[in-house]
């Protein structure tokens, strides 16, 4: 069943639980479905291989994903500096304002960009103020842990993964296809 037509939503999937990568990947999955064009712009990710990044270019020329972080930060293979993790997140925040501004894209997901505004990498108010002025029928989703208050406020839809049970706390090690 066919709704109203809508201006552009907010969408932020958050928590603690795995999956809010994977919901951002399933709506751009089916919204290349229905011939949308999707720029996926990855803040945090970026040194290590992801299956998605393989995947996503098979969904091309609708589904566009672009890496732009150097990896997780402060994790135990973290050699980048704090200041060379908010120079690329500074970039990647220049290219999501042109993305959701050009008419190029329906909508543009900002891939663990709530974790890089906890982590001082990226300015909330900025995220706030792009929000407020991209393209009304822009749809934009926000996936990462930690979305602020005020992020939550701004959006349409909030959905919050919540961790019940996790292998890792049996001390299983990330599964490629399943974790990455």
């Known amino acids: 069943m066919q709704g109203r037509a809508v201006g552009g939503l907010v969408i932020v999937y958050t928590g603690g639980g795995k999956g809010k990568t994977t919901a951002a990947l399933g709506l751009a999955l089916r919204a290349v479905g229905h011939g949308r064009r999707i720029r996926m712009i990855q803040f945090i990710k970026g040194s290590w291989h ?47 304002r042109r993305d959701v501004s050009s008419g190029e894209y329906d909508i543009v997901i900002l891939d663990e960009i709530n974790y890089a505004i906890k982590l001082g990498l990226v300015d909330e108010g900025a995220v706030l103020e792009m929000l407020g002025s991209r393209r009304e029928d822009v749809d934009v989703v926000l996936t990462g842990n930690h979305a602020r ?32």
């Open 50 to 96: 992801y299956g998605e990044m393989t995947s996503s270019s098979r969904l091309a020329p609708e589904l566009d994903m672009m890496a732009v972080g150097r990896g997780f930060v402060g994790i135990l293979d973290d050699t980048s500096t704090p200041e060379q993790h908010r120079r690329v997140a500074a970039e990647a925040m220049s290219m999501a």
């Open 149 to 180: 208050p005020a992020v939550l406020d701004a959006a349409d839809l909030v959905t919050e993964m919540r961790e019940v049970k996790h292998p890792f706390r049996k001390g299983m090690r990330a599964k490629e296809g399943i974790d990455y």
